[in-house]
Nanobody, 127 residues
């Protein structure tokens, strides 16, 4: 049974940093992709970053490029999202998710392709 647990959310001032973590269990971790999405009330879930091909490749939403970094520790089966230079518009509930095995990503995959989700962790950014 697949299980994802996010941690690391919190409150920070604009310009600050947070690191989110997503611990995974119960599936062939390294053969699938992992992604971070975020959602604010009343809006669709938005893809933020995805890591695939065992951690060799990444893809970012334009809104976070150069500020966020996704990485994974295969031994710990944990995916991280380092978020720097946070802006008020980054405030959301952040979810990690498991997706299919991609060989190449040229646009962010739809959330409907991600089968398993964590419970979410809240990020608040004050101006």
């Amino acid at each position: 049974q697949v299980h994802l647990v996010e941690s690391g959310g919190g409150s920070v001032q604009a310009g600050g940093s947070l690191r989110l973590a997503c611990a995974a269990s119960g599936y062939p971790y390294s053969r699938l992709c992992m992604a971070w999405f975020r959602q604010v009330p009343g809006k669709e879930r938005e893809g933020v970053a995805v890591i695939y091909k065992g951690g060799a490749s990444t893809y970012y939403a334009d809104s976070v490029k150069g500020r966020f970094t996704i990485s994974q520790d295969n031994a710990k089966k944990t995916v991280y999202l380092q978020m720097n230079l946070l802006k008020p518009e980054d405030a959301a509930t952040y979810y990690c998710a498991i997706g299919p095995s991609y060989t190449y990503i040229r646009e962010f995959p739809s959330s409907r392709y991600f089968a398993e989700w964590g419970q979410g962790t809240q990020v608040t950014v004050s101006s």
